[in-house]
């Protein structure tokens, strides 16, 4: 049965599928509004329901005036009004569904796999930097893992992924993969990018893999002959786990608009660098963020200390904030 979302205040009213979540039929429908994991974990997503009722994942229903509903999971079963925090006209996303294969893994860091992926000949996954693909495998379980290489070479895939303990994919999966195994990959998908060309210097906190989405920006920046400022902190436990440096080194020699600093939260005694978090060195460096746009990704907590530390010290606008909290995207994480 088809039912109808319409927007509170605006004059937005869009048809929704059955088994479709509000936030696919917003996007069907040819608006953007925020969201991240898609899994209904990290909250960018929340709308307020202000009439009709929703199912809500495997397990809750809603009905009636409902703050904070995780559009992603949220599926009508009846004609609903919501108010999102914001909603615009934006060019649908084409997204596309294949079998990517496997052709080479590397393990730079003792926790991280490099995985590199390329699509069947003659197939293309076109995204933009700081986007993310969704891996399908069995019992319809997924995971989202951002993609790490230049936009322009989208022929191929390459995921930077941290081995949890106990992980289904980052574990068990990754370790049985070899090369020429197919995946089911399904992308792009997430709004995590700069906001635009504009000149305002662009600082980039990241800790652990958060690295890769940043890295595809980065690349793209050089395609792009950029000269705007950018200004990369990445935080890791130890120097072995840093496991692009060489790279980011050479980067900021070449690029005079690039600055890189890597801090460390449980140094080697011969450390000279930046110790603690990645907030708090961004901070120090920058007291004043009031001109500047802030890019973050990884560790959630990460991400919710420097936003709530960058905008009360700092000056940051909530506006100037983008991020991409890596919440395990499980499919038994989904909350309400
Ligand atoms: C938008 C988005 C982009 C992402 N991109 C990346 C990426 O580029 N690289 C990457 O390494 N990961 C990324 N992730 C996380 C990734 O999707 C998986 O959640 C992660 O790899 C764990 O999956 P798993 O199957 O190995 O573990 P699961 O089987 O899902 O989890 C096993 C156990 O570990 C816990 N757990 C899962 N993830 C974490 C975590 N991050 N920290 C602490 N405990 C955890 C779970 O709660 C569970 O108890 C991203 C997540 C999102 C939402």
């Known amino acids: 049965m088809k039912f109808q979302i319409t927007v509170q205040g605006q004059e937005i009213a869009l048809p929704c599928e059955a088994g479709e979540s509000v936030l696919e039929a917003v996007e069907r429908a040819g608006f953007a509004v925020p969201y991240s994991c898609r899994k209904g974990v ?18 809750a229903t809603h009905e009636g005036a409902q703050p904070n509903l995780r559009i992603c999971v949220a599926t009508p079963t009846s004609d609903i009004v919501i108010a999102p925090r914001s909603i615009a006209r934006a060019t649908p996303q084409h997204r596309k569904r294949m079998t990517a294969s496997v052709y080479r893994i590397d393990r730079p860091a003792p926790d991280v796999s490099v995985l590199r992926l390329r ?7 076109p995204f933009r930097a700081g986007q993310y693909v969704r891996v399908h495998f069995g019992d319809g379980q997924t995971r989202n893992y951002s993609l790490a290489n230049d936009p322009r070479d989208n022929g191929q895939l390459t995921l930077h992924i941290r081995h949890v303990p106990g992980g289904l994919f980052s574990g068990a999966l990754l370790a049985k993969l070899k090369p020429g195994d197919l995946l089911d990959v399904e992308g792009p998908f997430g709004q995590f990018a700069p906001a635009g060309p504009g000149d305002a210097p662009l600082l980039m906190l990241a ?22 400022r ?3 902190f990445w935080g890791a436990r130890t120097t072995a786990d840093l496991y692009d440096e060489h790279s980011l080194q050479r980067l900021a020699q070449q ?24 907030q708090t060195a961004a ?12 890019l973050a990704c990884g560790n959630p907590s990460m991400i919710d200390q ?13 506006h100037a904030f983008t991020a991409d909290a890596f919440v395990p995207s499980g499919d038994s994480n989904t909350t309400q």
């Open 230 to 232: 950018v200004h990369l």
């Open 283 to 294: 901070l120090d460096q920058y007291p004043d963020c009031s001109g500047m746009e802030v």
């Open 119 to 125: 699509l069947p000949i003659g197939r293309r996954l």
């Open 207 to 228: 800790t652990g893999t958060g690295y890769a989405p940043l890295r595809s920006v980065i690349s793209d920046l050089v395609q792009k002959r950029n000269r705007r």
């Open 42 to 59: 990290c909250a960018t997503c929340e709308c307020d329901l202000v009439g009709g009722s929703v199912a809500v994942g495997r397990r």
């Open 255 to 278: 690029n005079a608009w690039f600055r890189y600093t890597p801090v460390l939260t449980t140094p080697e005694a011969d450390w000279t660098g930046r110790t603690g978090f990645v």
């Open 306 to 318: 420097a936003r709530s530390l960058l905008q009360a010290r700092a000056g940051m606008s909530p």
